[in-house]
């Protein structure tokens, strides 16, 4: 009775294991294997799904334009995405599949930083050292924010934001245009690597640095919390006239509705750069309504709404800080694949990558969806391999992003 | 009224009433573990179910907020019995442990289902008890707080009269207590079980309720969380005794709030589960546990 059941699910099991993962792949069969790693389960999964669809959107127009020519060869480019879920051990499980089953030339992602971290340790740390076993994948790396990631291998390039920058500029922003607002209160999510690392990367070296402001209450939680009572009766108390409140939407949401039953009104509400998306607007637009955040993108040019409208029609997908990278670094790597000279096998597979990987340690400036972007020298001291990029502000107003501030180049496009 | 004492009753008022909804849901884990001892995992995704199938009517109809409140509750039950059939029903006796797995997966299940429909973006939710907190002498009081304790109570009281004045209650009890005894006596076993899992149902709805109203919104994180308190609140009060869930939670909901206080949120849940590995060492049945005969 139960054999034709044992012998269907060995069969199933041994097509599994025996299927090759790079079927459909490199140059005989016209396509050119690129991979993403981001959450797409799990309470992380709206910023996962989100660069997925704009990194969906950015292969679609490649590849409905024509593709792109390797070996004097028109190709398609093909994404394979894998999820992280948010997770250490997924994500690790995750890097050696890209690596090792789909074969991918280079991969996009992680979304966590706590995800990065591990998967970055993994990598060959010195070029060209056979004595190092590390994985030689190549990283473009759109969503993990943490300072100093790329730092962890050469294989590592980073077009996120640069939050000490982007922090430094807000604490004198408000020093220059509010020097009436003297007392700073902060939370952040203690569990958290990003919105830790902001806080203490980020925005205590730049009050500190400015001396213009006295920190008189710094309260933490964690990221999925659902109490936040305690916390905010101690910002209450503190009645500063800055908020800093360095955390993701899931725990934003509540904490500010708690700041609201408990009658705290800050002067001004600086938030995390990851806020600055739809979610924030779907949960909680009324209790967050004048959060103003530091940001790399808003709809603000004919190019970055025409990219945001295109990203929600297709796929659903958000634009926001953190998934447009996705779209530029797709776009932009189709270019350096063309210029790399690959030769698209799974012989060449290594080569290929180290090829690729040295294109783009050479990129320096390229466009993005809102400006130019700068991709920082391999020697460089601070943040090898990460960019600088145009900085804007905006603040939450009438359930909608809006620009608080931008540079006057970019107000004129 | 020193700051550090008056500090400290006013996180012991929002404790004790926090403390009700933890109890809540503890009460929920033990009556199913007392009835069908065994372990129903997918509890917590039931009343997140229920937490998120409430705004369907609000979101589609602009419904009030008492159809929210019904529509979670039925949801809620109809998931239950789904756990039930699914996860229960069918497995054998002495596999006491399969249900284990059963319904981590039907949590993982659910818990995914409403990821992949909403993106992982939570919800908002009404928030019918008001924005902002009433002013109660000295102390700053949640309204939905207070709501919190006003039906918990009215719950505790209802589940004490079922079960100690009505058929069914009696019932349960004998299943609970000895059921090849009470099938011997008459007593459908599979009638009592489908109905604990419709009584923790309802349960289950109210909780998933009022767990949104207080964040503001679903999400979907809330199954993990509700099911670890659960569990953390069960064993506290005893295994299977349903006064201890409830003292297991006002207890749980004291100790975090005031350690939060005190010593800040990353000392919150070493302290809490300090003081439960302490009690479990001196009373291994939890606070109101059977001791080992």
Known sequence: MRRPFVFAAATLLAACLLWPGWVGAFQSEGTVRIGGMWPLSGPAAFFGKAAYGLASLAVDEINEAGGLVVEGKRVKLALHAQDEACNAEQGLAVVKRLATVDKVIFSLGPGCSSVAEPVFGTLQKKLGDASDSGLQLLFFTDIATKFGLAKLSPWVFRNTPDEPAMYDFVVKYLKEKHPDLKTVMVSYESDFAHSAATWNLAVKPALERHKHHQIVEVVDWRWLDNEYGAQVTRLRKANADVYFSLTHTPSTCPSMLELKRQRVKPKMVIGITSLAGTEVLQQCPDVAAGIIAPSNFAPITPRAKQVADKAWERYKADSNIHSVPAYENVHLMKGLIEKAAIKNTEDTLLADRRKLRDQLAKVGTFQGVVGKITMRPEDDPVKPRDVDKDMILVQIKAAKWDVFWAPEHLKRN | ?293
């Open chain 2, 1 to 293: 009224m020193g700051t550090a004492l008056f500090d400290g009753t006013e996180q012991l008022i929002n404790g004790l009433m926090y403390g009700c909804f933890y109890a809540l849901v503890g009460g929920g884990f033990t009556l199913l573990f007392g009835v069908l001892r065994r372990f129903n995992l997918a509890y917590g995704s039931t009343i997140m179910a229920g937490a998120y199938a409430g705004l369907i009517p609000v979101y589609l109809f602009k419904a009030p907020v008492l159809v929210l409140f019904v529509t979670t509750i039925v949801v809620s039950v109809l998931v239950g019995l789904l756990v039930e059939f699914c996860c229960f029903r069918f497995l054998r006796k002495g596999h006491e442990l399969a249900p284990l797995m059963t319904t981590i997966g039907m949590l993982i299940v659910i818990d995914e289902t409403i990821v992949h429909l909403t993106d992982a973006v939570g919800l908002k939710y009404p928030a019918p008890f008001g924005d902002e907190s009433l002013a109660l002498g000295p102390f700053l009081i949640r309204p939905d707080y207070l709501a919190i304790l006003v039906v918990s109570i009215a719950c505790f009281s209802a589940i004490f009269w079922l079960m100690h004045r009505t058929r069914f209650g009696r019932a349960m009890r004998a299943v609970a207590e000895r059921p090849e005894a009470a099938q011997i006596l008459g007593v459908s076993v599979r009638r009592v079980n489908v109905l604990t899992f419709v009584l923790t149902s309802v349960m289950a709805g109210i909780i998933g309720f009022f767990a949104a109203v207080s964040v503001g919104s679903a999400r979907p994180e809330m199954a993990a969380w509700l099911t670890g308190k659960g569990l953390v609140v069960m064993v506290l009060g005893g295994l299977g005794s349903f006064p201890g869930a409830i003292l297991g939670g006002l207890a749980l909901g004291v100790l975090e709030f005031e350690a939060v206080w005190f010593l800040g949120s990353s000392y919150r849940d070493i302290l809490a589960f300090s003081i439960l590995f302490l009690i479990l060492m001196v009373r291994p049945g939890g606070l109101l546990g059977s001791r080992p005969a």
